[in-house]
């Protein structure tokens, strides 16, 4: 399967949570300029019309991106689990570990390669991987990857109980 946000240009923020729709949108148009094929240079098939368009339709609507990017992140993790080496570069945390910035409402974590803010996470992930109860993010300086486990606090379920 060709990656969508290679595709797209984005390959070097394809675990980027401050990829915007309007990012997205834009390189969808910059991809479909540059790889159109009046204007693509001969032998240059490395990206197509249709392959742009899929990338775009599954980044630019909200549940199908993030269940793409939950795929993405999990099949990078087991390629890397494949080595019969000891594993390095997953941590598991609770995200009552990470640092919340009531400024940006985004909870945060240092790397170990030095990135202050290597790991970031904000609530629209949070939310979008709900039903999962844990979220794989990537840091933003080097390779390393941080599995964020969380809970859900049922509102409903605690308005009935003290009722």
């Given at each position: 399967m060709a990656n969508h946000y290679e595709a797209l240009g984005l390959g070097h923020r394809q675990f980027d949570g401050s990829l915007t729709a309007q990012d997205i949108k834009q390189a969808y148009r910059k991809a479909l300029l540059e790889h159109h094929p009046d204007k693509a240079q001969a032998g240059d098939a490395s990206r197509t019309v249709d392959s742009i368009t899929v990338a775009y339709k599954t980044l630019s609507e909200p549940e199908a991106k993030t269940n793409y990017d939950r795929e993405?992140?999990?099949?990078?993790?087991?390629?890397?689990?494949?080595?019969?080496?000891?594993?390095?570069?997953?941590?598991?945390?609770?995200?009552?570990?990470?640092?919340?910035?009531?400024?940006?409402?985004?909870?945060?974590?240092?790397?170990?390669c030095g990135q202050d803010r290597g790991f970031v996470i904000t609530e629209d992930e949070l939310e979008n991987e709900s039903r999962y109860g844990e979220l794989i993010t990537g840091c933003k300086g080097c390779s390393l990857?941080?599995?964020?486990?969380?809970?859900?606090?049922?509102?409903?379920?605690?308005?009935?109980s003290v009722a």
């Open positions: 993405l992140r999990l099949q990078h993790a087991r390629n890397r689990s494949d080595d019969k080496i000891f594993h390095t570069g997953l941590d598991i945390v609770d995200l009552d570990d990470l640092d919340y910035d009531e400024k940006t409402g985004e909870w945060w974590r240092s790397c170990r990857w941080l599995k964020v486990l969380f809970g859900v606090e049922d509102e409903e379920q605690d308005v009935k």
